[in-house]
């Protein structure tokens, strides 16, 4: 079985700080890796995905994660947070075994103070 | 705009009746996912089609729910008899898989949210 356990349920940085979103996930296959971004009223965006290439994945709007098989953690940076980035981030797993067993974190709530 | 679009964006019902929701996915993708998502919480899968074919229902699909896509195309998904923990946003997601297997990155409508009164 696989699942996603997304540490913070909100996080909130100010203006020009980094921003850092945990996420570990368990699974009995090698796992795809994906990230959403959610704002109010819009549908789920892809952020960046890890699918077994490069460690280090870099996603759009200046965000980056770093998978690491040793401590089963993906998490999200971005070294300057921008006021537009507020929103909610999922964590996502998806098994080598199984394309459509997409399971998804609970999310976490990014706010971004001026 | 080319993307996943998703219609109504909201509905509200009364308990016991029935509602539809409709999905467009991205043109030239032939896999369409259909998920729930209540108050805080991520998206659970529900069902996912390869072109016309439904090929995969999670149990959290009770039998008053079904989903069709006809042609390959759009999708709906149909709630009969609503229950109020049916208030949720359901969406839709569309990929292009391919013969060898590669599920492809899911692309998301924006959703409709249901309001079981």
């Known amino acids: 079985a696989q699942s996603v356990t997304q540490l913070d349920s909100h996080v909130s940085v100010s203006e020009g700080t980094p921003v850092l979103l945990r996420c570990n996930y368990s699974s009995s296959y090698s796992p795809s890796l994906f990230w959403y971004v959610q704002h109010p009223n819009k549908g789920l965006q892809l952020l960046l995905k890890?699918?077994?290439?490069?460690?280090l994945v870099k996603g759009i709007n200046g965000f980056e994660a770093e998978f690491k098989k040793s401590e089963t953690s993906f998490h999200l940076t971005k070294p300057s947070a921008h006021m537009s980035d507020a929103a909610e981030y999922f964590c996502v797993v998806i098994p080598r075994n199984n394309n459509n067993d997409m399971r998804f974190g609970a999310g976490t709530r990014l706010t971004v103070k001026p | 705009d080319t993307g996943v679009s998703q219609n109504p964006r909201h509905k509200i019902t009364k308990r016991g009746q029935n509602v539809t929701f409709r999905c467009d996915p991205i043109s030239e993708h032939n896999r369409l996912y259909w998920y729930r998502q209540t108050l805080g919480q991520g998206p659970e899968f529900l069902t996912y089609f390869q072109n016309e074919a439904q090929l995969e229902k999670s149990r959290l699909l009770s039998d008053r729910f079904s989903a069709e896509r006809p042609k390959g195309s759009f999708s709906t998904l149909e709630i009969q008899r609503t229950e109020q923990g049916d208030s949720a946003m359901y969406l839709c997601?569309?990929?292009?898989?391919?013969?060898?297997?590669?599920?492809?990155?899911?692309?998301f409508g924006p959703g409709t949210r249901l309001l079981v009164l």
């Open positions: 997601a569309s990929s292009l898989g391919t013969s060898g297997g590669s599920f492809g990155t899911q692309y």
């Open positions: 890890y699918t077994s290439a490069a460690t």
